[in-house]
């Protein structure tokens, strides 16, 4: 192999190998930031804290660092009294989204009828609502028809944004 080769392979890897360490890397390229577990030792100290803080008793299932509009966020999933409970966190503590799984009651009547209206014959799995800066932002519903599984947005009146196929 010709010596100029040589050269130009070894420049290729190391501009591979550099390119792999700066998206393997918390602070990493944004565009290539992905959701991925995190071990609770990893966790920021002021995020755990925020959480220690609001669910002292509440079980943890998961947690993932996880970017919100290209911006690190620490997403917890934890069981919390019986009922499952995702929270994000920026990596300083503050509490950015929090949604929580509620009983049927606990959710606007209009929700209920709205997906009753779309899905005559569904079976209501689950409703989750969806807090961001205090304010009750939305609802998520699961959502069983026949076989068929969907999940559902809503808006806080509980007027359906939007619906996937599971």
Known sequence: MPPHFRKKSWLWLAAGLWLWLACSQEGGLPMRMKARSTPLDSLPRPVMQ?????YPAARILDMKLDPEKGK???K???NHEGHE???RYTPD???VELEEEIPLEAAPAQLSENINRKFP?????EVA???REGRVVGYKAKVKVGKMKFKIDLDAEG???KTRVK
Do not use: M
């Open 50 to 54: 925020a959480f220690r803080q609001q």
């Open 72 to 74: 690190p966020t620490y």
């Open 76 to 78: 917890i999933e934890c």
């Open 85 to 87: 409970v995702e929270l």
């Open 93 to 95: 503590g503050h509490l």
């Open 121 to 125: 014959k569904n079976k209501l799995r």
């Open 129 to 131: 609502r969806v807090v």
């Open 159 to 161: 007027h359906i944004l």
